[in-house]
């Protein structure tokens, strides 16, 4: 099942954000939403292994997105906990070859799945830091682009720009 949501925020940047900019001035931020997921069930629900990915592309200029960082990341992380597939995001776990392996967890751990403060922390580190690599470029148009799947050590925010 794929899902395609778009939310766009436009705030009015007010003086105590602004500092060479009007008053007047909007600034755009979009983000747009895609996601799939299905569900493997063997012996009625023995065994589930979840397969899922979530992209969220955050669009506007480093400016816009630096000014609405705080209600990026907060719509973001609402959005994702909102998901069915919260429930299923897998701690790290390394397999005998030493590569990461979710598919492999070991008997002894009795719970393989993060909590949700885990998962809004990890969402509020990669957006932080994307958002500051896209403030630092200076562009008018910025793309971050976020990919949150099954295994929470995968997560990754990246910027993507097109020259002018």
Do not use: H
């Amino acid at each position: 099942m794929a899902t395609l949501l778009v939310l766009l925020l436009n705030l009015v940047i007010t003086p105590a954000y602004s500092q060479d900019l009007e008053e007047s001035q909007l600034t755009s931020v979009e983000i747009y939403k895609s996601s799939s997921n299905s569900y493997n069930l063997v012996n009625d629900t023995a065994f589930i292994k979840p397969f899922f990915d979530t992209t969220y592309i955050i669009s506007g200029s480093s400016t816009s997105l630096n000014i609405t960082q705080n209600i990026v990341n907060s719509t973001i992380i609402n959005d994702f906990m909102l998901s069915p597939t919260v429930g299923y995001v897998l701690q790290s776990v390394n397999n005998t070859n030493g590569e990461n392996d979710s598919s492999r967890l070991p008997a002894s751990l009795s719970n393989p799945f993060v909590d949700i403060d885990t998962i809004s922390d990890r969402i509020q580190q990669e957006l932080s830091q994307a958002v500051s690599n896209a403030t630092n470029i200076d562009y008018n148009e910025v793309d971050i682009k976020c990919t949150f799947g099954e295994n929470i050590q995968d997560w990754k925010c990246e910027v993507f720009t097109l020259p002018i």
